[in-house]
């Protein structure tokens, strides 16, 4: 069963306009979310995270949105660049002792669009 | 080198073989993790090392499944008797904090094909 989904495959954006990605999570012990992002033949680089006792948490460009009612984790990337073009993967874990895993979604395929 | 080292990047091999997958972490990092993602599929833990012990192999698939580490350095996932279904990227990552930080670092894979 999948704990962490990211429902939209691909997403284009313009450059310079706001990438919005989205991602939804159903266990209820999850209290850090992530993203990482991948360029081809490349390992996942980490982006950034968020706390769930947080609703924002901003790095320069990107921003992480947390709805912990609905949920629903957003990034934002604003403005947009061509070298933001990767695939993006939610990921949630739980800080419990013991925990080291991290649950990914399937990725969302970004294209900036020049 | 700086980053974590995986080997072979691309290993194409038959039905029912043996494989062996190799991780060099980066120097000093006491926790590695190995996934695979399998096309279309989100990254899937399959275990964790802490030093040369794995305080959680939940993620192995079947007994076909195994991992090592030794000298708190170096990996080596193996899968016998591949199958079909094993075909994936695995990658393996490399910690000096708790994984909920985030802050793995990812080799580049090591693609596998099963004919």
């Known amino acids: 069963d999948q704990q962490v989904k990211q429902n939209s495959p691909s997403l284009s954006v313009q450059e310079g306009r706001i990438s919005i990605l989205n991602c939804d999570y159903t266990n209820s012990m999850f209290d850090y979310f992530l993203w990482y992002k991948k360029y081809p033949a490349e390992g996942p680089t980490f982006l950034i995270s968020i706390s769930s006792i947080k609703d924002k948490n901003e790095d320069g460009r990107f921003t992480v949105f947390l709805n912990k009612s609905a949920k629903h984790l957003s990034l934002h990337i604003v403005p947009s660049q061509p070298g933001d073009s990767a695939v993006y993967f939610c990921?949630?874990?739980?800080?419990?002792?013991?925990?080291?895993?991290?649950?990914f979604g399937t990725g969302t395929r970004l294209t900036i669009i020049p | 080198g700086a980053g974590v080292s995986q080997s072979p990047s691309n290993k194409v091999t038959e039905k029912g073989k043996d494989v062996e997958l190799r991780c060099d972490p980066i120097s000093g990092h006491t926790a590695l993790y190995w996934y695979r993602q399998s096309l279309g599929q989100g990254l899937e833990f399959l275990i964790y090392?802490?030093?040369?012990?794995?305080?959680?192999k939940s993620g192995l698939p079947s007994d076909r499944f195994s991992a090592e580490r030794t000298g708190g350095s170096v990996s080596t996932l193996t899968i016998q008797r591949t199958q079909q279904e094993d075909s994936a990227v695995y990658l393996c990552?490399?910690?000096?904090?708790?994984?909920?930080?985030?802050?793995?670092?990812f080799g580049e894979g090591s693609r596998l094909t099963v004919l």
């Open positions: 090392f802490q030093g040369n012990s794995a305080p959680d």
């Open positions: 990921a949630a874990s739980s800080s419990n002792f013991g925990n080291e895993k991290l649950t």
């Open positions: 990552a490399s910690s000096s904090r708790r994984a909920y930080t985030g802050e793995l670092f």
